[in-house]
C-alpha cells in the first residue's frame, strides 16, 4: 500500500513527491542533484518509514531536508 504525504515535497525540476514510493525512487535516482548527509539520512528514514519503524510525517520532513540542502526544493 503506498503510503501518501500530507503535503507533497516539490522539487525545482518540477516533480511532485507526492508519496513515499516516489520520494524512495526520487533519492534513488542517479540524478539527483546532490548526496550529502541530508540524502543519506533521507534515504534510511524513508526506508524505516516503508518498514514501519518511522512515521510517514518523519519521512516527508527528511525528504524535504535533503531537497533543500541540494537547491532542489521548489519555494
Do not use: Y
Not at 14 to 22: A, K, N
Not at 28 to 44: C, K
Not at 53 to 67: F, I, P, Q, T, Y
Request: charged share 30%.
Amino acid at each position: 500500500m503506498t503510503k501518501h504525504f500530507e503535503t507533497p515535497v516539490r522539487l525545482t525540476d518540477g516533480r511532485s513527491l507526492d508519496s513515499l514510493d516516489d520520494a524512495i525512487t526520487a533519492l534513488s535516482d542517479t540524478g539527483w542533484p546532490q548526496r550529502g548527509p541530508r540524502h543519506d539520512e533521507a534515504l534510511d528514514i524513508c526506508l524505516k518509514v516503508r518498514d514501519g519503524h518511522r512515521s510517514l510525517s518523519e519521512g516527508r520532513m527528511a525528504v524535504e531536508m535533503a531537497a533543500q540542502e541540494a537547491g532542489n526544493l521548489a519555494p
